[in-house]
């Protein structure tokens, strides 16, 4: 099993940033991940997803630009940069992984693992 924890969150005003941090444990955590997002009443959507070696990456159109994911695989660490953030990101931030390698996914079911989530809350 991989065990994600998710901190950073926070509110901020719109045109801020934020960084939020993704610590794994468990077992190796040498395999895609991503973020994901929840606002209430709207369906999960992906934001940001990285491949195992941080080589490949994928935004969705909302945050391309803006935000910027990463990883450190020897801190067992995901990062995701948020730059000139709006009120429409406000949301739960998830991290997630998947069960391996490959080209990055963009949809909750390519996960296995997740964490907690940490509230993000941009006010205009």
């Known amino acids: 099993q991989v065990q994600l924890a998710e901190s950073g969150g926070g509110l901020v005003q719109a045109g801020d940033s934020l960084r939020l941090s993704c610590v794994a444990s468990?077992?190796?955590?040498?395999?895609?991940a991503a973020w994901f997002r929840q606002a209430p009443g709207r369906e999960r959507e992906f934001v940001a997803g990285?491949?195992?070696?941080?080589?490949?990456?994928n935004y969705a159109d909302s945050v391309k630009g803006r935000f910027t994911i990463s990883r450190d695989n020897a801190k067992n660490t995901l990062y995701l940069q948020m730059n000139n953030m709006k009120p429409e990101d406000t949301a739960m931030y998830y991290c997630?992984?998947?069960?391996?390698?490959?080209?990055?996914?963009?949809?909750?079911?390519?996960?296995?693992?997740w964490g907690q989530g940490t509230q993000v809350t941009v006010s205009a």
């Open positions: 997630a992984a998947a069960a391996g390698m490959g080209v990055v996914q963009t949809t909750d079911s390519s996960y296995v693992f």
């Open positions: 990285i491949g195992a070696g941080g080589l490949n990456s």
């Open positions: 468990g077992r190796t955590f040498y395999r895609n």
